[in-house]
């Protein structure tokens, strides 16, 4: 069975999630942001990282990945086309904006488009991706099993926010509405922690 450890980082409360399975080593991340209770987490559970699958480009969902690599060097990086090139652009990624411009451009990063699926953990089904822009052009939900992992593309009692740089209402309406239907009874994991 898949377990979930969940973090709320300290960039805009934005989250990070661990995928992992009793008894195996391997574990995956969805986003990564504060990089310290994820390497605390993993080394209590003698887990390492295989990947890290990133929902968009932004910079409160991506600024631990350097740090991220450097701790498990082969660790894939796992992003839509657009994705991949807002990672390596502090203007893209909204990071200029910030306090500390970021950027990645390691040679790890895999492009995975709608449709594709990959297994992660012995026994459970695969993880499949499905590109839902609007809040962001390179917006990625993901479902494994009954679990969807929605990012920015919607927020439970929220929404998406079309107010950033490169967001679309319309796109953003038509991957809500998406999502939501793919969301019919499985448990939504968002990019925000929501009080």
């Known amino acids: 069975m898949i377990e979930i450890h969940d973090i709320t980082n300290s960039i805009f409360t934005s989250k990070t999630y661990i995928l992992y399975k009793e008894g195996e080593d391997k574990a995956w991340l969805v986003d990564i942001g504060d990089i310290e209770p994820v390497i605390d987490f993993l080394q209590k559970h003698d887990l390492y990282v295989e990947g890290v699958f990133l929902t968009h480009g932004h910079f409160d969902h991506i600024y ?3 740090a991220l690599v450097e701790a498990f060097p082969r660790c894939k990086v796992y992003v ?3 994705t991949k090139q807002s990672i390596a652009s502090d203007k893209l990624n909204l990071s200029r904006y910030n306090e500390t411009p970021f950027t990645y451009t390691g040679d790890n990063v895999v492009v995975v488009k709608e449709g594709e699926t990959l297994s992660l953990l012995d026994d459970e089904p695969p993880m499949a991706f499905y590109e839902t ?6 917006c990625l939900t993901m479902t494994i099993g009954d679990l969807i992992f929605t990012g920015d593309a919607y927020i439970p009692g929220v929404g998406a926010n079309t107010t950033v740089p490169h967001s679309d209402k319309v796109l953003a309406k038509q991957s809500m509405e998406r999502i939501l239907q793919m969301a019919e009874g499985k448990t939504v994991l968002s990019g925000h922690y929501v009080p």
Not at 133 to 138: C, D, E, L, R, V
């Open 64 to 66: 631990g990945l350097n």
């Open 80 to 82: 839509t086309e657009y």
């Open 133 to 138: 822009p609007g809040h962001n052009p390179g």
